[in-house]
């Protein structure tokens, strides 16, 4: 690809600038752009970089807490969880090029997401990811799912980061974009932090990492378009990953910043040198001149158009102190990278660049940056769905049938397929994984007794039905996974993957559902500390379900003192926290057993959820409880199916109650959780006093799964079921 | 007591090995750079770690068992010193002719990452003395290319001698005879694809992985 002859709107709109940023460019230049500024404006102002139909309302998010160290505006959050530690996190999408090319696409998300963690001055610990993919039955899904766990499987695997849980999900409404979001969460010194900002004019700028090539180019651009029949055409916009790259990187860059040689760090992601450059020197307030012949390119002929716009892999800019450039010198060797000095910052607020001797760049960074559009996009109250009468849901014909199916069903099955293509053990830290029988995982920090709690989480079937009550849910989950393994819920980040902003009905699922999350966040004390958005997810002008993935960091002080639900034993009462009303609106249950999908999703109590939370995490902490397994898709029926499976032993659920059956065992209220005691009436005087509603509601034992004359399912039986599908589905079968 | 870990560029379980050593047996740990054409002096233990040195590009292992230290590390085994290779290190052993056979892509084709049960085929050795009566130890695998693979006359010779010390109770990757872990003719080299590194202490799963450390260090 090369940059056009002349600048022309019609060149801008090629490049996915609107008529009227364009005529804007003009304005605030008072002149044309050339190409290559054009080039510059078109990815600093896309979708990606400038999150111009989101900021105005990312801005209701709580970020603030007094634990938080950097909220955010970096390339990730960085929250205080004592002993002069910080944890930084950020989860990210890759959507578009996963589409187009899986294993890179995925892959290169892992890299992309991991290089900002550890910019931060972090060393990464754990990954987790989010996967949407198509019906089972379209027949690309198959060949998706595929690519994109070997691609995340083969890179995290070698850089040698542990992929410690996830999500995945099935649903027509992804058949034509899936959804690929990467969590990494990393380890610092809370007074080692570093930032992007160029602190000072006149500091050499030292480019280290791979070397500049033609892939990518524009890859921004294409995260921030719809996809149409030509999308396949795009797969020269993927960029190719390098794990071992990656890994050299890492070992290098904490090497540089524990010399103390660097100023101001930032990685090359999206709009790659482009938006480096620009975001070091906008920040930091002060100009940048480079010499693009002194980047290292990979191949000969590169334009200066292709070199700022490449989106080529595993490569940072870091502005060093002065006469550091030697420390710089000695650990690339060591690493083995490519490594130049392409400029200095000056003092000047504009970017200049200069290639074969001549300025072929320059411009002010303003308009680049804080002036970039801002949009308010039109926006209509989505359409939510109606209450459920829980009247015209009918039983099972065939309970056992229904256990069965529902366990087996795409969303329940085992995932053990996915996972244990990944190293979930490497840096020997982990405490729990998706092998565990756990809500989230559980890293060790750094070998001693202080441990973090991880997790993904999202019910799109929610957000789609009531996008404000389904933002709530996607948060309280989040928070109620935490809480079940004996975290204390310390921040958020959230990932936003929904359709075109542009149409005032998908807008009005974007506003609705930040604002959900955002009253979830605040009622649970959960600042949102980092975040991605991406839109455009559509084909055809069919957009996916909004899906706002909230990933999730809890501490937990001890972990001598946590809690999974693969421990209980014969004889252990359970016993249900929070309180049963029987919802089904957007059910599982209403899905997969009754073929319905609709209904208004079970609404969040976010007063009871902190205070049934806040309980049981007390139980846990005290040590009274060691087996707990909270409630989301499927009911008490699942979780208690799941709990039985983990511990390998069977048990026996009650139904006597003023809810029918199905209601009480199949509907998905919030705010709940299964704990297991072999000395219940100690916690259940202790809940009665806490105003926390709780109930016996069965016991361990034996070798079935089972609820008196309603179903009696043998152990095994319920294992092949929920084995089977995925390692069946994938065979082809 | 003292071990040396050597880092070869795109090893992933250098400081893993490092923790585990110094916590199963308090030895002190050097890591030591493949660059390196000398060993610290007086090392009881040599530690080739888990990863995937320089990518694993060409095949797992081909590059660095080309590094300078490991002329260094195939002196220090003819002296008596132990060397061991996890996983990753195994593939190095192999490919630096100091075991036989070769470790092939696993034979489900994919990355394959669980929990094992392993049976300790030989407790006389250097690497197994203190497992005692324990015939059974629990370790996980990472690897994709852990399908150990030998001639059958070499697979005979090395169950003849005792050298093939651990055993797959449920083969993961398609391995020869369910070959875990072998030494060579010596004794002192073993090569071991499930992770000691990761199994040291009971809230990682298990701390069988402890025993094979404090062997080594109880030989020296």
């Given at each position: 690809?090369s940059a056009?002859?002349?600048?022309?709107?019609?060149?801008?709109?090629?490049?996915?600038l609107?008529?009227?940023?364009?005529d804007?460019?003009?304005?605030?230049?008072?002149?044309?752009p050339?190409?290559?500024?054009?080039g510059?404006f078109?990815v600093m102002?896309?979708?990606?970089?400038s999150?111009?139909?989101?900021?105005?309302h990312?801005?209701?998010?709580?970020?603030?807490g007094?634990?938080?160290?950097?909220?955010?505006g970096?390339?990730?959050?960085?929250?205080?969880?004592g002993?002069?530690?910080?944890?930084?996190?950020?989860?990210?999408?890759h959507n578009?090029?996963?589409?187009i090319?899986?294993?890179?696409?995925?892959?290169?998300?892992?890299?992309?997401?991991?290089?900002?963690?550890?910019?931060?001055g972090?060393?990464p610990?754990a990954?987790l990811?989010?996967?949407?993919?198509g019906?089972p039955k379209?027949p690309?899904?198959?060949?998706?799912v595929?690519?994109?766990?070997?691609?995340?499987?083969?890179?995290?695997n070698c850089?040698?980061?542990?992929?410690?849980?996830?999500?995945t999900n099935?649903?027509?409404g992804y058949d034509?974009?899936?959804?690929?979001?990467?969590?990494?969460?990393?380890?610092?010194?809370?007074?080692k932090?570093?930032?992007?900002?160029?602190?000072a004019?006149?500091?050499?700028?030292?480019?280290f990492?791979?070397?500049?090539?033609?892939?990518?180019?524009?890859?921004?651009?294409?995260?921030?378009a719809?996809?149409?029949?030509d999308?396949?055409?795009?797969r020269?916009?993927?960029?190719v990953g390098d794990?071992?790259?990656?890994k050299?990187?890492?070992e290098?860059t904490?090497?540089?910043?524990?010399s103390?040689?660097?100023?101001?760090?930032?990685?090359?992601?999206?709009?790659?040198?482009?938006?480096?450059?620009?975001e070091?020197?906008?920040?930091?307030?002060?100009?940048i001149?480079?010499d693009?012949?002194?980047v290292?390119?990979?191949?000969?002929g590169?334009?200066?158009?292709?070199?700022?716009?490449?989106e080529?892999?595993?490569?940072?800019l870091?502005?060093?102190?002065p006469?550091r450039?030697?420390?710089g010198r000695r650990?690339?060797?060591?690493?083995?990278?490519?490594?130049?000095?392409?400029?200095r910052?000056?003092?000047?607020?504009r970017i200049?660049l200069?290639?074969?001797?001549?300025v072929v760049?320059?411009?002010?960074?303003?308009?680049?940056?804080?002036?970039?559009?801002?949009?308010?996009?039109?926006?209509?109250?989505?359409?939510?769905?109606?209450?459920?009468?829980?009247?015209?849901?009918?039983?099972?014909a065939?309970?056992?049938?229904?256990?069965?199916?529902?366990?087996a069903c795409?969303?329940?099955?085992s995932k053990?397929?996915?996972?244990?293509?990944y190293?979930?053990h490497?840096?020997?830290d982990?405490?729990?994984?998706?092998?565990?029988?756990?809500?989230?995982?559980?890293?060790?920090?750094?070998g001693g007794?202080?441990?973090?709690?991880l997790?993904?989480d999202?019910?799109?079937?929610?957000?789609?039905?009531d996008?404000?009550?389904?933002?709530k849910?996607?948060v309280?989950?989040?928070?109620?996974?935490?809480?079940?393994?004996?975290g204390?819920?310390?921040?958020?980040t959230?990932?936003?993957?929904?359709?075109?902003?542009?149409?005032?009905?998908?807008?009005g699922?974007?506003v609705?559902?930040i604002?959900?999350m955002a009253?979830?966040?605040?009622a649970?004390d959960?600042?949102?500390?980092?975040g991605?958005?991406?839109?455009?997810n559509e084909?055809?002008?069919?957009a996916?379900?909004?899906?706002?993935?909230?990933?999730a960091v809890?501490?937990?002080?001890?972990?001598?003192?946590?809690?999974?639900?693969?421990s209980?034993?014969?004889?252990?009462?359970?016993?249900?926290?929070?309180?049963?009303?029987?919802?089904?609106?957007s059910s599982?249950?209403?899905?997969e057993?009754l073929g319905?999908?609709?209904?208004?999703?079970?609404p969040?109590?976010?007063?009871?959820?902190?205070?049934?939370g806040?309980f049981?995490?007390?139980?846990?902490?005290?040590g009274a409880?060691?087996?707990?397994?909270?409630?989301?898709d499927?009911?008490?029926?699942i979780?208690?199916a799941?709990?039985?499976?983990?511990?390998?032993?069977?048990?026996?659920?009650?139904?006597?109650g003023?809810?029918a059956p199905?209601l009480f065992?199949?509907g998905?209220?919030?705010?709940?959780?299964?704990?297991?005691?072999?000395e219940?009436s100690?916690?259940?005087?202790?809940?009665?006093?806490?105003?926390?509603?709780?109930?016996?509601?069965?016991?361990a034992?034996?070798?079935?799964?089972?609820?008196?004359?309603l179903?009696?399912?043998?152990?095994?039986?319920?294992?092949?079921?929920?084995?089977?599908?995925?390692?069946a589905?994938m065979a082809?079968? | 007591m003292?071990?040396?870990?050597?880092?070869?560029?795109?090893?992933?379980c250098d400081r893993?090995?490092?923790?585990?050593?110094?916590?199963s047996?308090?030895?002190?740990?050097?890591?030591?750079?493949?660059?390196?054409?000398?060993?610290?002096a007086g090392?009881?233990?040599?530690v080739?770690?888990g990863?995937?040195?320089?990518?694993?590009?060409?095949?797992?292992?081909?590059?660095?068992?080309?590094s300078?230290?490991?002329?260094e590390?195939?002196?220090a085994a003819?002296r008596?010193?132990?060397?061991?290779?996890?996983?990753?290190?195994f593939?190095i052993?192999?490919?630096?002719?100091?075991?036989?056979?070769?470790l092939l892509r696993?034979?489900?084709?994919k990355?394959?990452?669980k929990p094992?049960?392993?049976?300790v085929?030989?407790l006389q050795?250097?690497?197994?003395?203190?497992f005692?009566?324990?015939?059974r130890?629990?370790?996980?695998?990472?690897?994709?290319e852990?399908?150990?693979?030998?001639?059958?006359?070499?697979?005979?010779?090395?169950?003849?001698?005792?050298?093939?010390v651990?055993r797959y109770?449920g083969?993961?990757?398609g391995?020869?005879?369910?070959?875990?872990?072998?030494?060579?003719?010596?004794?002192n080299v073993?090569?071991?694809?499930?992770?000691?590194?990761r199994a040291?202490?009971?809230e990682?799963?298990?701390?069988?992985g402890a025993?094979?450390?404090?062997?080594?260090m109880a030989?020296?």
């Amino acid at each position: 690809m090369s940059a056009p002859a002349g600048s022309t709107a019609e060149t801008a709109l090629e490049y996915g600038l609107q008529a009227e940023e364009y005529d804007l460019i003009m304005r605030r230049l008072n002149r044309e752009p050339n190409p290559l500024e054009l080039g510059l404006f078109s990815v600093m102002w896309s979708e990606h970089c400038s999150y111009k139909s989101s900021r105005r309302h990312l801005a209701k998010f709580p970020t603030a807490g007094p634990r938080v160290i950097q909220g955010p505006g970096e390339n990730a959050g960085v929250v205080d969880i004592g002993d002069g530690q910080a944890v930084v996190f950020k989860m990210e999408s890759h959507n578009h090029p996963s589409f187009i090319e899986p294993y890179q696409g995925a892959a290169t998300g892992v890299g992309g997401i991991m290089r900002d963690v550890f910019t931060m001055g972090a060393r990464p610990i754990a990954l987790l990811n989010a996967l949407r993919f198509g019906d089972p039955k379209h027949p690309r899904t198959r060949r998706l799912v595929a690519g994109v766990v070997a691609g995340i499987g083969g890179y995290g695997n070698c850089v040698g980061v542990p992929t410690l849980g996830g999500e995945t999900n099935f649903h027509s409404g992804y058949d034509g974009n899936i959804l690929v979001n990467a969590m990494c969460v990393g380890l610092a010194d809370a007074e080692k932090i570093f930032y992007s900002a160029a602190p000072a004019a006149g500091l050499p700028v030292v480019y280290f990492g791979s070397k500049t090539g033609r892939d990518g180019i524009h890859g921004a651009t294409m995260a921030s378009a719809e996809f149409d029949e030509d999308s396949e055409e795009k797969r020269p916009t993927v960029q190719v990953g390098d794990p071992f790259a990656e890994k050299l990187l890492i070992e290098a860059t904490l090497e540089l910043m524990a010399s103390g040689a660097v100023a101001a760090i930032q990685d090359m992601g999206a709009a790659g040198l482009t938006s480096s450059c620009v975001e070091m020197a906008g920040k930091g307030d002060v100009g940048i001149d480079l010499d693009l012949d002194r980047v290292p390119q990979r191949e000969e002929g590169m334009t200066a158009y292709e070199m700022m716009l490449s989106e080529s892999q595993e490569r940072m800019l870091a502005i060093l102190k002065p006469g550091r450039e030697a420390d710089g010198r000695r650990i690339f060797a060591k690493w083995g990278l490519d490594a130049a000095t392409i400029g200095r910052t000056t003092d000047t607020g504009r970017i200049v660049l200069r290639h074969h001797g001549a300025v072929v760049c320059d411009l002010p960074l303003g308009p680049l940056t804080a002036d970039a559009p801002l949009y308010d996009r039109p926006w209509v109250e989505p359409p939510s769905e109606a209450p459920l009468d829980p009247a015209g849901v009918s039983p099972p014909a065939d309970w056992e049938a229904a256990i069965l199916k529902l366990i087996a069903c795409p969303d329940l099955s085992s995932k053990r397929w996915i996972w244990e293509q990944y190293d979930r053990h490497v840096m020997a830290d982990t405490l729990a994984d998706s092998a565990s029988g756990a809500d989230a995982g559980v890293v060790r920090v750094d070998g001693g007794r202080k441990a973090l709690a991880l997790t993904s989480d999202c019910t799109p079937r929610y957000v789609a039905a009531d996008p404000f009550e389904g933002g709530k849910q996607a948060v309280a989950e989040a928070w109620r996974n935490l809480t079940a393994v004996g975290g204390d819920p310390i921040a958020v980040t959230d990932n936003l993957n929904f359709g075109n902003p542009e149409r005032p009905q998908i807008m009005g699922q974007i506003v609705r559902a930040i604002e959900g999350m955002a009253q979830a966040c605040r009622a649970l004390d959960f600042p949102v500390v980092s975040g991605n958005v991406s839109l455009y997810n559509e084909t055809g002008g069919a957009a996916i379900p909004p899906t706002p993935t909230v990933g999730a960091v809890g501490l937990i002080p001890d972990h001598a003192r946590r809690a999974g639900f693969a421990s209980l034993e014969a004889g252990d009462t359970l016993l249900l926290v929070g309180e049963s009303r029987g919802e089904m609106g957007s059910s599982l249950y209403l899905r997969e057993i009754l073929g319905r999908e609709e209904g208004a999703p079970p609404p969040v109590d976010l007063a009871a959820e902190r205070r049934n939370g806040d309980f049981v995490r007390g139980l846990i902490r005290s040590g009274a409880v060691r087996t707990v397994h909270d409630l989301s898709d499927g009911g008490l029926a699942i979780a208690a199916a799941e709990m039985a499976l983990a511990s390998t032993i069977g048990l026996t659920l009650e139904t006597a109650g003023g809810l029918a059956p199905h209601l009480f065992l199949f509907g998905e209220d919030q705010g709940r959780y299964l704990i297991a005691s072999a000395e219940p009436s100690g916690i259940i005087e202790g809940a009665v006093r806490a105003g926390v509603t709780i109930a016996s509601v069965g016991r361990a034992g034996g070798d079935a799964f089972e609820a008196p004359s309603l179903f009696s399912v043998p152990l095994e039986r319920l294992r092949q079921a929920h084995e089977g599908w995925m390692p069946a589905y994938m065979a082809g079968a | 007591m003292k071990a040396a870990v050597v880092v070869f560029p795109g090893s992933n379980c250098d400081r893993d090995c490092q923790r585990a050593i110094e916590t199963s047996t308090g030895a002190r740990v050097e890591r030591v750079w493949h660059q390196e054409t000398a060993l610290p002096a007086g090392v009881d233990l040599i530690v080739l770690p888990g990863g995937f040195a320089h990518g694993d590009y060409l095949r797992a292992g081909a590059m660095a068992a080309l590094s300078p230290v490991m002329a260094e590390v195939r002196a220090a085994a003819a002296r008596g010193v132990a060397v061991a290779g996890v996983c990753n290190g195994f593939q190095i052993l192999c490919e630096a002719g100091m075991l036989p056979g070769a470790l092939l892509r696993n034979a489900g084709l994919k990355y394959v990452c669980k929990p094992v049960d392993l049976d300790v085929s030989n407790l006389q050795t250097r690497f197994t003395a203190a497992f005692k009566d324990r015939r059974r130890a629990t370790m996980t695998v990472g690897n994709g290319e852990g399908n150990y693979f030998a001639d059958e006359e070499t697979l005979d010779r090395l169950e003849g001698e005792g050298r093939v010390v651990f055993r797959y109770a449920g083969n993961p990757n398609g391995s020869a005879r369910d070959i875990a872990g072998i030494v060579d003719a010596s004794g002192n080299v073993l090569g071991i694809m499930p992770h000691p590194d990761r199994a040291f202490e009971p809230e990682l799963g298990s701390a069988d992985g402890a025993l094979l450390f404090q062997s080594v260090m109880a030989s020296a």
